[in-house]
C-alpha cells in the first residue's frame, strides 16, 4: 500500500514544479527521529502513568494525609490544618503504640524463623525423591492456595474456645483446653501458628529450587569422604543454600510485616489490644469504629511503610550483593 | 517505517483512552447528575437486588414524584467512607440511608441537610427513635424503622432445668435461672462481646440498666454491669467464645438449642422459626427489675447537601411516600423491623402479633447518639468495648478495666 501511495504523490509534486517541494532527505530523517522519540514515550507512558497513579499518588495522599489534622468534616471541605508531625507523636504516646510494635516485631520474627526452618526441613526431605515425593510435596501447597480468608476463618474455628477442633483434641490427650483466641496470653500465639501455617509452602517451594541448583556431585564426592547426612546438610546444603535462604527470609519479612487479613479474621487485634500489630491499629483507626480518625490511621500506616523500606533496602543490597557471583 | 510509526501512535492513543478511563473511573460512580429527572438513591442493602421489593418500592416512589431513582446497594461500612468521599467530591447522593450512629459522623462533616433546610415533618416519630438523629437542637434526617437487642430464650431448655421465664424480672433472678439450667446441664446465655461497635451495642443494655451513663465509664453502677458479665463467664454461665462472637456467630451458638438464653436482635426473628427452637422474648431486665433500655438500631433516611437547592422538594416527596404509614409496614416487615410511628407499629402487630414485645422494647429503646452525645459516641464506645474485653479475658478486674476506659475516653473527646 505504501509504497504504490507514495511514488505516486512524489509525482505529482514534480509536475507542480520543483519550488514546493522540499529536499527529501533531511524532513524524512527529522519526522523519524521525532516520531521515533514519541513511539518511545508513548512505550513508556502506560507504565508510567501507572506509576503515578497506583503508587505514586496513594504513597503521596497518605503521607499529606498523616501530617494534616483531618477530621471528618475538614475531610470534606478540605480545611485540614497543617500540624507537621504531631499525628506521629500522638500515636507514638498513645498507649497502644508499644504492644502494637512489640507484637509486630514479635509475629514477624517468629513466623520467619519457624516458617524458614520448617520450609527448610521439608524441603531437603522432598529432595530425597523417594515415591509419592512429588505429591506429598503437592499437597503441603494447599495452604499457598487457599484464599486467606477461608484459612483464616477455618482456624479461628478450629481454635474456638467452646466448639473448636483444637481443644477437643486437647480435651482428649487429658490436657486442659486453652482459650486460644480469647485469652490475653494466647491470642498471637493462635495467629502466629496460622501465620506459620501459611507461609511454610513459600519457604518449601522457593528452598526446594534452590537445593536443585547444588550439584549432585558434590553429595557424592561427600559420600566418598565417609560423611554422615548432618554433616552434609551443614557443610554442602546450607552454605550453598545461603544466598537464596537469604532472599527467601528478606522477602518473608516483608510480606510478614504487613499481614493484616489474619489477624483481623481470627482476633480483630483483641482481646483487648494483645494481638494487635500496627497493621491492624492502622486499619482499627480508620475504618474501625464509626468515627474515621483518618490522620492518625495514616500516621500509623507510614511509620509501617518505613520499617517495610529499611527491609526493603536490605533485600536490595543483599541481591546486589549476590548478583555478581 | 510507517508501520512502526503507526504501531506507536496506536499506543500512544490507546495509553491515553487508559488514562481517560481513569478519570473517568475517578469522576463517575457521583451522586447528582445534570438530568433533573434523575435522582439517586443509596442504602447499606447489598442484599436486595433489582428485581427486589424494597427496589421496587423506592423506584415507584420516584415514579409518584415525577421522577426516576436509581437505587445502589453498599456494604454498611463501606457506605459511610463512600458517603464521605461523595461529600467531599461535592456529588453526594440525592437520599442517603445510612445506620444512626453514622447520622451524627456525617451531620459533623456537614454533608447533610437537617429538617429546618429540608422542611421534612417528623412529628409523628416516637422521640427515643429520632433522638440518634438529633444534634445540637436539629434533626437529621428520618428514621425508615428501628430494632434492638431482646433475649430469645430456649423454652425447652427452660423447662428442662425447671426455670419459669416468666419469674425472670431482673439481674439476680436471671442469674439464679443461669445457675439452674448449668446445674441441669445445659449452656446458659450467649452473646456478643467482640472489639467492634457490636460489642458495645451488646453491652449498652445490661450498662444502661444498671443506671450507668456513658459519659462517666467507671461509675459503681458500670462496674456492677461490667462484672455480671464477667461472673457469667467465670462461672461458666456464658461461654469464653463471647469475647469474639458477632451477632451472627452468637445467634448460631443460641441456634444450637443448646442454650438456655441468647441476646439477639428483631432481625433474628425470621431465623429463630427456621432452626425450629421452641423460643420466647423477654425483653432485657434492668438491675433491680423493669426494662432495660437496649440501643436503637436500624437506619436513617437522610438528605445530603445539594449544589442544586431546587432539588429538595422531589427529593422530599420521595422521601415522604417512602415513609408513609403503609409503606413502613410494607419495609419494616421485609427487613424485620419495627415501625418508628405509633400507627404503623399498631399496624404490624395487628399483622403479626409475635411482634408484640419487640414494639415494647423498641418503645423502651434509646439511641445511642442521643443525649447529645453525637460524634463523641464513637470514642466513647470503642473505650466501652475494650474495657468489656479486658475484663472478659481477665487480664484486669472490671473496676481498673472501666477506670482505664474512662481515662482514655475523657482523653479522646476532649
Known sequence: ?325 | MTTKFRRGAAIAVAAALVGVGLVGCASSGGGTSASSKSYTFWDPYPQFDQSAAWTKLVESCGTKAGVTVKRTGYDTTALTNKALLAGQQGNSPDMLLVDNPVVSTLADAGILTSTAENKLDTSAIDKNIIAAGEIGGKTYGVPIGANTLALYYNKTVLKAAGVDAASITDWATLTDALAKVKAAGKKGITFSGINTEEGSFQFLPWFWGSGANLTQLDSPQAVAALTLWTDWLKKGYAPNSVIQNTQTTSWQEFATGDYAFGENGTWQLGNVKQAGIDYGILTIPAESGGPAAAPTGGEFLTIPVQKDAARYATTKKIVNCLTSTANFVTTDNTLSYIAPTADAQAAQVAGNAALKPWVDAVKAAKGRTSDNLGTKYPKISEQLWTAVQTALSGSQTPEAALKAAQTAAAAAIK
Open chain 1, 1 to 325: 500500500m505504501t509504497t504504490s501511495a507514495v511514488p505516486a504523490k512524489r509525482a505529482v509534486g514534480e509536475k507542480g514544479g520543483a519550488t514546493s517541494v522540499a529536499p527529501p532527505g533531511r524532513p524524512a530523517a527529522r519526522r523519524r527521529v521525532r516520531s521515533g522519540q514519541w513511539a518511545a514515550w508513548a512505550f513508556l507512558a502506560p507504565v508510567v502513568a501507572y506509576l503515578l497513579v497506583f503508587y505514586a499518588f496513594p504513597l503521596y495522599r497518605n503521607v499529606e494525609l498523616s501530617l494534616k489534622d483531618y477530621t471528618v468534616r475538614s475531610f470534606v471541605d478540605g480545611t485540614a490544618p497543617f500540624v507537621w508531625f504531631d499525628n506521629y507523636a500522638k500515636v507514638i504516646q498513645n498507649a497502644t503504640f508499644w504492644p502494637a510494635l512489640t507484637h509486630t516485631a514479635i509475629f514477624t520474627f517468629v513466623s520467619i524463623a519457624f516458617q524458614f526452618s520448617i520450609g527448610l526441613a521439608l524441603a531437603v526431605f522432598f529432595f530425597q525423591h523417594f515415591r509419592l515425593a512429588s505429591t506429598l510435596r503437592a499437597l503441603f501447597l494447599v495452604p499457598w492456595l487457599l484464599p486467606l480468608i477461608v484459612s483464616a476463618s477455618t482456624w479461628s474455628w478450629m481454635f474456638n474456645s467452646d466448639s473448636g477442633i483444637v481443644n477437643s483434641a486437647l480435651e482428649a490427650l487429658g490436657l486442659p483446653q486453652i482459650n486460644w483466641l480469647t485469652s490475653p496470653d494466647w491470642s498471637l500465639i493462635a495467629v502466629l501458628i496460622a501465620n506459620i501455617w501459611i507461609g511454610i509452602p513459600f519457604n518449601l517451594v522457593i528452598l526446594y529450587s534452590g537445593l536443585q541448583n547444588i550439584s549432585g556431585d558434590l553429595y557424592e564426592a561427600a559420600s566418598l569422604d565417609g560423611a554422615n547426612g548432618w554433616q552434609k546438610f551443614w557443610r554442602i546444603t546450607f552454605p550453598l543454600l545461603r544466598p537464596v535462604s537469604a532472599i527467601t527470609i528478606l522477602l518473608g519479612l516483608v510480606y510478614t510485616l504487613k499481614v493484616f487479613d489474619i489477624i483481623w479474621i481470627m482476633t480483630k487485634g483483641g482481646p483487648a489490644d494483645s494481638s494487635t500489630t500496627l497493621s491492624t491499629w492502622s486499619y482499627r483507626l480508620g475504618f474501625g469504629s464509626v468515627l474515621p480518625d483518618f490522620s492518625p490511621a495514616a500516621a500509623v500506616g507510614n511509620i509501617l511503610i518505613l520499617i517495610a523500606l529499611v527491609f526493603g533496602l536490605v533485600y536490595l543490597r543483599t541481591q546486589r550483593k549476590l548478583d555478581p557471583s
